[in-house]
T-cell receptor
Framework: DTAVSQTPKYLVTQMGNDKSIKCEQN?????MYWYKQDSKKFLKIMFS???????INETVPNRFSPKSPDKAHLNLHINSLELGDSAVYFC?????????????FGPGTRLTVL | GQQLNQSPQSMFIQEGEDVSMNCTSS?????WLWYKQDPGEGPVLLIA???AGELTSNGRLTAQFGITRKDSFLNISASIPSDVGIYFC???????????WGAGTKLIIKP
């Protein structure tokens, strides 16, 4: 059983397109996150949700819109894709909303914008 | 955003050698976490530390929570080829909603 799953694993698309990445966790956790990992491998938090409520919204372009239909799912929609959006996007989850909790990561979605 | 100071940035080691890496911060944390990321995969939690001075082992891995609560180190004993990857430290506190991450230590085994 996969704890945190993401689809798709790879996403190749043209500049200007709109795309979505889906994430699901079966750990029963209350909090979910989206991270962006660039070519230098640094993990940058983008968003977090706790029980469908937005908690963290870092300095991310408005073209990125997270949606949490329930606490087990957190999807990421990206409008008008740009070259600089190319990266690996990770979903993660934790039991609690506070920063001191262990986070569990999905396998990542490698987005390539041409 | 805030980032932990993680060193070294990369390490070339011989199989069988011991490895040590550390993270420091100007802030105090209640939690230190160590993750490993294999190529093409997400970070996997190796060790979680919750108490200043705590020393915890996971097989050949040992990590310590510094007594000042501003640092942590990870040791790997008798390294093997499957230890290659990127190791990340992360610090957390209950007064914050996010983990603060180090930039990673890339471990490479010399052929």
């Amino acid at each position: 059983d996969t704890a945190v799953s993401q689809t798709p694993k790879y996403l190749v698309t043209q500049m200007g397109n709109d795309k979505s990445i889906k994430c699901e966790q079966n750990l029963g956790h209350d909090t979910m996150y989206w991270y962006k990992q660039d070519s230098k491998k640094f993990l940058k938090i983008m968003f977090s949700y706790n029980n469908k409520e937005l908690i963290i919204n870092e300095t991310v372009p408005n073209r990125f819109s997270p949606k949490s239909p329930d606490k087990a799912h957190l999807n990421l929609h990206i409008n008008s894709l740009e070259l600089g959006d190319s990266a690996v996007y990770f979903c993660a989850s934790s039991q609690r909303v506070t920063g001191g909790d262990e986070q569990f990561f999905g396998p990542g979605t490698r987005l390539t914008v041409l | 955003g805030q980032q932990l100071n993680q060193s070294p940035q990369s390490m070339f080691i011989q199989e069988g050698e011991d490895v040590s890496m550390n993270c420091t911060s100007s802030s105090i944390f209640n939690t230190w976490l160590w993750y490993k990321q294999d190529p093409g995969e997400g970070p996997v939690l190796l060790i979680a530390l919750y108490k200043a001075g705590e020393l915890t082992s996971n097989g050949r891995l040992t990590a310590q929570f510094g007594i000042t609560r501003k640092d942590s180190f990870l040791n790997i004993s008798a390294s093997i080829p499957s230890d290659v990857g990127i190791y990340f430290c992360a610090g957390g506190s209950d007064s914050n909603y996010q983990l603060i991450w180090g930039a990673g230590t890339k471990l490479i085994i010399k052929p």
